[in-house]
């Protein structure tokens, strides 16, 4: 019982801190790669404690319904996904630095449907506050949602043909076992990265704030606490959309200092990309999604299908 309430505690809190030291370094990769110095790591961790004491101004209950719904639902799915571990974590995960306290209550089902929770509440409070850039970043994040879901969808369903499990333990066991994902499903791993800078809204998908457009979109009318928990949420998104990824294809991590390096370099490569690229229109985001990372993933599916059945 103790073991169950240290991890419940403690998973969300490193999401927490990974998270925000990863929009921080964020900033600071993107101003490099662009010749300037940028802001310091710790930057994100400034801007939410001043937003924390600026005044908020809510719009109405769904307003800030929508928030605690974004931010609940990214740290509920934070529960699900292991934290670094071996095979052996299966018995005794605390012993081995596996950190995953719901990891046998449904697995990749599960946490499919909490990261559609980030979308569906910024949606329900920006649209309560009846602003028109609000409602243009609103219909560009369910499109964009929309477009990748169906790869994301697919890459799921491979990887669950090809170890025949839902549960994101006993993959990561299964491939420190036999080997990496990225090995034995590698057009699904292939489309899962291509749809990453969509799934975390880097560029060239950060179109949903896109502020020399649509002044941030859904985030126009939020400000003070409000727009620091919002802050708060993108970063602990971000954190579990790399950690599925290194879960699902990279072994996951013997421990979380591994783990958290398999997720670094993840991160670091996709920000590398997107620090060189232009914002693209929503329906070439749509089309990009539902061509290369869908034929892709499609293509892994038939493979792992036919090679099920010899």
């Known amino acids: 019982m103790v073991t169950r309430i240290i991890q419940l505690l403690l998973s ?6 990974v998270g925000v030291l990863f929009l921080g370094l964020s900033r600071k990769i993107i ?3 662009h010749r300037r110095y940028g802001p310091p790591l710790y930057q994100p961790v400034i801007d939410v404690i001043r937003m924390m004491s600026q005044r908020s101004i809510s719009h109405g209950s769904l307003f800030e319904l929508g928030v605690v719904l974004a931010l609940a639902g990214s740290l509920v799915t934070v529960l699900f996904i292991p934290l670094g571990g071996t095979v052996i974590c299966r018995q005794n995960p605390l012993a081995h630095g596996v950190l995953c306290p719901l990891s046998s209550s449904g697995g990749l089902l599960v946490v499919m449907y909490l990261m559609l929770f980030g979308p569906l509440g910024l949606a329900l409070g920006a649209g309560d506050s009846a602003n028109p850039n609000a409602s243009i970043g609103v219909s560009r994040k369910l499109l964009l949602a929309l477009a990748y879901e169906v790869p994301f969808l697919l890459v799921i369903l491979a990887v669950m043909s090809h ?4 549960s994101i333990t006993e993959i990561v066991a299964r491939q420190q076992e036999s080997g990496w994902g ?6 699904s791993a292939v489309a899962a990265f291509l749809i990453l800078p969509a799934m975390l809204g880097i560029r060239p998908f950060d179109l949903v704030s896109a502020p020399q457009e649509i002044a941030s979109g859904p985030l126009a009318e939020y400000g ?9 949420q993108k970063g602990v998104h971000l954190f579990v959309v790399i950690a599925l ?3 699902l294809f990279l072994g996951g991590g013997v421990n979380l200092a591994t783990f ?22 929503i329906e070439s985001a749509v089309r990009f999604c539902w061509k290369w990372p869908t034929a892709l993933a499609l293509l892994q ?10």
């Open 12 to 17: 969300p809190l490193i999401a927490l801190a």
């Open 31 to 33: 101003a490099r790669i």
């Open 163 to 166: 170890y025949r499990t839902i």
């Open 182 to 187: 990225v090995l034995s499903v590698p057009l």
């Open 224 to 232: 003070g606490s409000y727009l620091a928990l919002l802050a708060v």
């Open 245 to 247: 990824y290194v879960d």
């Open 260 to 281: 958290l390096v398999k997720m670094l370099v993840v991160f670091v490569a996709a920000e590398m990309i997107a620090a060189v690229l232009p914002r693209i229109r």
């Open 301 to 310: 599916m038939a493979i792992t299908v036919l090679s099920k059945s010899v």
